[in-house]
């Protein structure tokens, strides 16, 4: 169905964004091995639907494709991920100390990782593509299939519990 | 607006998703209010931290030859369409050469004078070209070739000009086959030298217009009223066709 020429078109469209794609996968899976196989799973999937991709944002539409193959690959697993009931920003906090700008600041690349890995994971695809991908909410709501105000909300939270998280291991490290 | 009411904005505000008027409201808010001036600057700090804290990661390099040799397999007509052009093209190559050794092989056969006649044509054409000698008489004008042949042979060659159509008429030479002086009218197609031998046919039939390749010439033969005509060139047999076509009219 695919001649040479769509072949090639398909390539220079999709590839460049292989790095953004793996690196989605690879914090929604936590390990190179899965990550690996749900880019390449997503990739034959983007294959099959580029005759129907009208191409406006090549990279939005390859990050939903691979969101979507992670969750199926997920559910063929039939390990369920921790996913964690959308709502209003939640006091959480009460009796946790606040978090101190100071101390934030000094969390370290492995600090910050282990805080994000230890996201639900809903939280954790809307704080890579916001931060690590720049998206806009908009462009964020259309990948995970939520309302912009759920983005919203789910930064927020999740931004709430890594602050939290990496105070106390911050703390944690200073006793 | 109360501390509630901001602290739901402030991530947008941070993120830069709010319009301007929202912003403002939560600029002036911030700007009498340390607990939520203090929010501001943990959010800034945290995201500017993951942002800055070389947490992406990168596509191993074997990923990208894995995804493109996993598309490559996944893509079987593409593939198989390429495969399939690749043996038929084998497969008319060897239709070709069969035909045409089994063209050769029965002219052999069936007769070994007639193949000694075509390895004779395409020697004396392969001749022509090398010995600088294609024509006796150097001209396009049919009226100056017919003429010249009629003191050397018992016969009249036609000479027609085809240059209008496309094969200039370039002269004419005596050559020897089938153990008897022929014409040789000489056509030329771009840098492509035509040979057309003509003498009276030996044979009463008419014998059906046919053609055949050799060592890399097209050779089309036919016979017409009591002439046995052979047409031979490196030249492709579309084009030799047309010729052949233009001289019967």
Same mark, same amino acid.
């Given at each position: ?13 999709? #590839? *460049?964004? #292989? ?24 990739? #034959? ?35 369920? *991920? ?37 996201? *639900? ?33 789910? #930064? ?20 | 607006?109360?501390?509630? $009411?901001?602290?739901? !904005? ?37 995201? @500017? =931290?993951?942002?800055? =804290? ?87 004008? @049919? ?7 009629? =003191?050397?042979?018992?016969? +009249? ?43 009276? +046919?030996?044979? @009463?039939?008419?014998?059906? $217009? ?31 066709? $047309?010729?052949?076509?233009? !001289?019967? $009219?």
């Amino acid at each position: 169905m695919f001649d040479q020429n769509e072949l090639t078109a398909f390539n220079e469209a999709v #590839l *460049p964004h #292989l790095d953004a794609a793996y690196n989605l996968a690879r914090w929604l899976t936590r390990n190179d091995h899965d990550a690996e196989d749900v880019v390449q799973e997503a990739s #034959l999937r983007a294959f099959k639907y580029w005759k129907g991709f009208s191409g406006r944002d090549c990279r939005a539409w390859l990050l939903a494709i691979v969101r979507n193959t992670y969750y199926s690959w997920i559910r063929k697993r039939s390990v369920q *991920p921790e996913l964690t009931e959308d709502g209003e920003i939640d006091e959480v906090d009460e009796g946790i100390p606040s978090p101190e700008t100071a101390l934030l600041q000094s969390a370290d690349r492995e600090m910050l990782k282990a805080a994000l890995e230890d996201l *639900p994971v809903e939280f954790r695809e809307a704080i890579v593509l916001r931060e690590m991908e720049g998206l806009s909410y908009k462009e964020i709501a259309g990948i995970a299939t939520v309302p912009i105000g759920t983005v919203m909300s789910r #930064l927020a939270r999740a931004r709430k519990r890594l602050q939290i998280y990496l105070t106390n291991s911050a703390m944690q490290k200073s006793l | 607006m109360t501390c509630n $009411e901001n602290r739901k !904005l402030l991530n947008p505000y941070v993120d830069g998703e709010l319009d301007s008027a929202g912003s403002l409201a939560v600029e002036n808010h911030v700007q009498g209010c340390a607990s939520c001036s203090s929010d501001v600057d943990n959010l800034r700090a945290l995201v @500017s =931290g993951i942002e800055n =804290g070389a947490l992406r990661f990168k596509a191993p390099p074997h990923l990208k030859r894995n995804v493109q040799a996993a598309i490559r397999k996944a893509n079987p007509t593409a593939r198989s369409s390429f495969f399939q052009w690749r043996w038929l093209s084998v497969a008319a190559s060897v239709v070709l050469i069969f035909a045409l050794t089994w063209t050769v092989t029965l002219r052999r056969t069936q007769s070994s004078e007639e193949a000694q006649l075509v390895n004779d044509i395409v020697s004396n054409h392969v001749r022509s070209m090398m010995a600088n000698h294609i024509t006796d008489v150097a001209s396009s004008d @049919s009226h100056t070739v017919k003429p010249w042949f009629g =003191g050397k042979l018992d016969y +009249s060659p036609p000479a027609k000009d085809l240059t209008e159509q496309g094969f200039r008429l370039i002269g004419g030479r005596l050559d020897y086959l089938e153990n008897r002086p022929v014409a040789a009218v000489v056509y030329q197609r771009s840098q492509h030298f035509i040979n057309l031998f003509v003498w009276p +046919s030996r044979r @009463s039939e008419i014998k059906p $217009e046919d053609q055949l390749s050799l060592q890399g010439y097209n050779v089309i033969h036919w016979t017409k009223s009591g002439m046995t005509y052979w047409l031979i060139s490196e030249l492709n047999l579309p084009e030799l066709n $047309e010729c052949a076509r233009l !001289l019967q $009219e």
